[in-house]
């Protein structure tokens, strides 16, 4: 496969694995998100619906961003870029355990032992989701700036990639309606800045 492939490979999968995030954005509102919710709800399909499109998007955007940095390498603080790119790589990874739980574990607690729903939380399962919501913001903040000096991409590409990533963070404490707006509020910020630069590959 060609490198002009591999891009388009890479470039196909910024558009779409967005998209999958603004509908796991969209499956929320028909869902308790919140771990606090009775058990029965981490069985219900809504919730498996909900949980499972998230692990597909955010899996999937890993692969394209070796697209998104490479159409950044080129500029005057790709280092910042790179740095800033394996970051918001790393909070998809740590992302995916808590997402693969909340899909296959949290359903089996909810079956056998309900009580001890809560207690899992207590342990080092909450370090996954707060380190990835961290490392998103810090990555994100990195690529901003260097999109904004080097003008490799437009800046609203970096821009909306740190508002989203500030949405994420302020979610943390949000519940219901308002958990599921401030989400669909971050995938769709994600899904511009990624899908424009995404778009630029499957043209070439």
Not at 4 to 13: E, K, M, N, P, V
Not at 18 to 23: A, D, S, T
Not at 99 to 110: D, K, M, N, R, V
Not at 188 to 200: D, Y
């Amino acid at each position: 496969m060609s490198t002009a492939s591999l891009q388009r490979f890479s470039g196909f999968f910024l558009i779409v694995a967005p998209i999958i995030g603004v509908f796991s954005a969209f499956a929320s509102f028909f869902t308790d998100t919140s771990l606090d919710a009775p058990a029965s709800n981490f069985q219900e399909t809504s919730w498996i619906v909900y949980n499972s499109l998230l692990f597909l998007g955010g899996g999937l955007l890993t692969f394209g961003l070796p697209a998104f940095y490479i159409k950044h390498l080129s500029g005057s603080h790709a280092k910042l870029s790179l740095i800033g790119t394996f970051l918001y790589a790393l909070s998809l990874l740590l992302a995916l355990p808590m997402a693969g739980f909340l899909i296959s574990i949290l359903p089996y607690l909810a079956d056998t032992a309900p009580d001890a729903i809560h207690d899992s939380f207590g342990t080092n399962i909450a370090i996954f989701p707060l380190s990835s919501f961290l490392l998103q913001l810090i990555g994100s903040i990195l690529i901003c700036i260097a999109i904004t000096r080097s003008k490799t991409s437009p800046s609203y590409v970096g821009i909306l990639l740190l508002l989203a990533a500030v949405l994420n963070v302020c979610g943390i404490a949000a519940t219901g309606v308002t958990s599921s707006i401030i989400s669909l509020l971050s995938w769709i910020f994600i899904a511009i800045s990624f899908g424009s630069v995404g778009a630029k590959f499957m043209k070439s």
